[in-house]
């Protein structure tokens, strides 16, 4: 955690600012504010801050405004930001970085994403392959959304869209060999499954990523 | 021709349709689609958003089992084939970020295979004179947005599209099946993808935008190639009315008059019999 914090206060040794750069290998510094990210982002009426003002933000060292920010979250990543960044900055994976810095400093809200991406990847874990109906009866579930989405649910199994039973794959242990390694390489960051997300899959998924 | 076929998690549940009238239309126009065994999930538009090195390995597995079969990887798909094609860009540039990945795969990745869309393999593989040779009944007065989204087309050094910002083979595609190709702004214009899970207000809105353009535009239906923006484009709409979505293999499908194209679109969530029927295009 930075020593600055507060809304006009400043990292002046750009800590923060290097970390996202080393995490993301993006030039985050060349950012001059043209918002041309911002007037093309399609999401960018949904969140509190522009793709810009997140990138002067990382600059500026305002580590827990960025990292505790719905913005970074509502990112879906359809790269248009990065796709017409005349610096060659590929704004989507600088929100990936900061999203994997979000979880792993317990900053981030389950519900804006990060709880829905860690079951869809137990999932995966388990299975080699998601079983959507399963992951999404499971969300539902633990987002209290159940009942008020069941006939959305109903329509889609009568429409053979929700089969009963997802399929697996057979060398599983590759997939967990994957999963070991990617956890391991997290620079201290997802370097355990119980550090991601702790206490939201506890109980029933007791093998998170 | 033979090519590996990866149809992914979706096409097994919410988009059955799409994998049924991909592997029909690819028999009509003698493409072989061998399943590419023991394929695992690309890790779709969730693993990247906790684990960058679990978004590139678990799509470069199954590279790894595309180079063993020997072909080239097709995948309906347009959220698969950017993993896929973002694992394999990475593997091909080589260094130490393909080392790592080769690592947390457990084999090496030698660039003897590559990743193509369907739709991409369509335009380039079996050509657009092929595909024209086999419409046997001309989707005629059929006025059609067509909807890229952004997978299939970004990032250009990803995907090698040459005019990311307007690209041109859907629309070519529905031309040669004698569709009206409606022009419009917003073909790569995104559908929110999986916020339709963890925000949906922002989902419905990006799609009431797109039916509305459209709308404005002239189409009476919007043709898709991935099945997030085809759900949500069904899913996200505050009723099931208005224009219909279709698979771009739906409509070719149709085009060739083959049997099945009933029960593909008998999955749709919005009725597309309707307009079909009124313009002829179906019994």
Known sequence: ?209 | MKLSYYPGCSLEATAKEYDASARTVCAALDVELADLADWNCCGATSAHNLNRLLALALPARNLVLAENAGLDLVTPCAACYSRLRTAEHTLRRGGSAARELEEAVGAPFGGRVTVLSLLEAMVKRVGLSAVEERVKRPLTGLKVACYYGCLLVRPREVTGVERPEDPVWLDDLMRRLGAEVIPWSFKTDCCGASQAITNPDVSRGLVARLLARAGEAGADALVTACPLCQTNLEMQRPTSQGAPCFYFTELMGLAFGLDGARSWLGRHLVDPFGLLRSLSLID
């Open chain 1, 1 to 209: 955690m930075s020593e600055v914090s507060g809304p006009l206060a400043v990292d002046t040794a750009g800590r923060f600012a290097d970390e996202v750069r080393r995490r993301t290998g993006q030039p985050i510094e060349r950012c001059y504010q043209c918002a041309k990210c911002a007037s093309g982002c399609l999401v960018a009426e949904y969140t509190d801050y522009r793709p810009n003002q997140i990138l002067r933000m990382v600059q500026f060292g305002l580590r827990e405004q960025v990292l505790r920010s719905r913005a970074i979250w509502v990112c879906s990543s359809c790269q248009a930001c990065g796709a017409r960044c005349p610096n060659g900055i590929n704004i989507a994976a600088v929100m990936d970085g900061l999203k994997e810095m979000a979880v792993a400093e317990k900053l981030a809200v389950p519900e804006q994403g990060p709880l829905f991406h860690q079951m869809f990847m137990d999932g995966v874990r388990r299975m080699g392959r998601v079983h959507e109906a399963a992951v999404l009866a499971r969300y539902k579930l633990k987002t209290h959304r159940l009942m008020a989405d069941f006939g959305l649910g109903l329509r889609l199994f009568r429409k053979g869209k929700f089969p009963l039973l997802g399929s697996r794959i057979r060398r599983q242990e590759e997939i967990e060999r994957i999963f070991s390694r990617a956890l391991a390489s997290g620079e201290g960051v997802t370097r355990h499954e119980a550090v991601l997300l702790p206490g939201v899959l506890a109980g029933s998924h007791g093998k998170g990523i």
